[in-house]
């Protein structure tokens, strides 16, 4: 074990006060029938308990840093393990604030090669930390070798979005879109989307930046791209 990262959230009375609400207003129609105030308290307990457990299982409720990967310890639900070497996607969310959008933090979520998803919640402890040493032992060597396959011509997929030395490529089919750097007039990235801007009838498309795997390398290769790149709020 190289570190660990308890969720903050669960650490307060204030994150189950809304199943105590609940629970109240179950048991005050409940005790229209209850025969005493001791009945009452039992009910109350009861439901209060069984709506926090219901509510809650399956939370993440600490990230563990192994040698070899992470560990996502959750509630009444059994570990999730993925590997540095075994990660398929990383998806980041980042939590935002104001009009300017700016980062106070951002959610990661990591998929495994098995499918196997790890949440990591952005209210951890040293979740800078994590984040970086996600950077360092995941993202670091997919952004190398996505340079290197970008430089090599090839296409490099980002969920819907497709790019290359050629230009930027949406969806597939009759509903995709293949696009040159030539007729692309900006990309515009914010905390939240990604907004490619064309030149001709100065149209757009836009994709949430969170269902965008790996995004930081997708930025990465947008720097290296001939097209000017904004980046926004929290991102600039």
């Given at each position: 074990?190289?570190?660990?990262?308890?969720?903050?959230?669960?650490?307060?009375?204030?994150?189950?006060?809304?199943?105590?609400?609940?629970?109240?207003?179950?048991?005050?129609?409940?005790?229209?029938?209850?025969?005493?105030?001791?009945?009452?308290?039992?009910?109350?307990?009861?439901?209060?308990?069984?709506?926090?457990?219901?509510f809650r299982a399956g939370e993440t409720r600490e990230i563990v840093v192994h040698e070899t990967g992470y560990r996502a310890r959750r509630w009444l639900r059994s570990d999730v393990v993925v590997r540095f070497d075994a990660v398929r996607d990383v998806?980041?969310?980042?939590?935002?604030?104001?009009?300017?959008?700016?980062?106070?933090?951002?959610?990661?979520?990591?998929?495994?090669?098995?499918?196997?998803?790890?949440?990591?919640?952005?209210?951890?402890?040293?979740?800078?930390?994590?984040?970086?040493?996600?950077?360092?032992?995941?993202?670091?060597?997919?952004?190398?070798?996505?340079?290197?396959?970008?430089?090599?011509?090839?296409?490099?997929?980002?969920?819907?979005?497709?790019?290359?030395?050629?230009?930027?490529?949406?969806?597939?089919?009759?509903?995709?879109?293949?696009?040159?750097?030539?007729?692309?007039?900006?990309?515009?990235?914010?905390?939240?989307?990604?907004?490619?801007?064309?030149?001709r009838w100065f149209g757009s498309r836009t994709v949430p930046l969170g269902k965008l795997p790996f995004p930081m390398v997708l930025l990465a290769?947008?720097?290296?791209?001939?097209?000017?790149?904004?980046?926004?709020?929290?991102?600039?």
């Amino acid at each position: 074990m190289r570190g660990r990262h308890p969720v903050r959230g669960l650490r307060t009375l204030f994150v189950f006060v809304p199943y105590f609400i609940v629970a109240a207003v179950i048991v005050g129609v409940l005790r229209s029938v209850a025969a005493s105030a001791l009945c009452a308290v039992v009910q109350f307990v009861t439901v209060a308990v069984a709506a926090v457990l219901a509510f809650r299982a399956g939370e993440t409720r600490e990230i563990v840093v192994h040698e070899t990967g992470y560990r996502a310890r959750r509630w009444l639900r059994s570990d999730v393990v993925v590997r540095f070497d075994a990660v398929r996607d990383v998806f980041r969310r980042f939590d935002t604030m104001g009009p300017l959008g700016v980062v106070r933090g951002c959610s990661i979520e990591l998929v495994g090669s098995d499918g196997a998803r790890l949440n990591v919640p952005y209210d951890i402890d040293a979740s800078a930390e994590l984040v970086e040493h996600v950077d360092r032992h995941v993202v670091r060597a997919v952004r190398l070798e996505a340079l290197r396959a970008y430089e090599d011509g090839e296409e490099l997929t980002f969920g819907r979005l497709r790019v290359s030395v050629a230009g930027v490529a949406w969806g597939a089919g009759w509903r995709g879109r293949r696009d040159a750097w030539a007729e692309i007039r900006r990309i515009r990235v914010t905390a939240r989307e990604l907004t490619v801007h064309y030149g001709r009838w100065f149209g757009s498309r836009t994709v949430p930046l969170g269902k965008l795997p790996f995004p930081m390398v997708l930025l990465a290769l947008l720097e290296q791209a001939p097209v000017e790149l904004e980046l926004v709020g929290g991102l600039r």
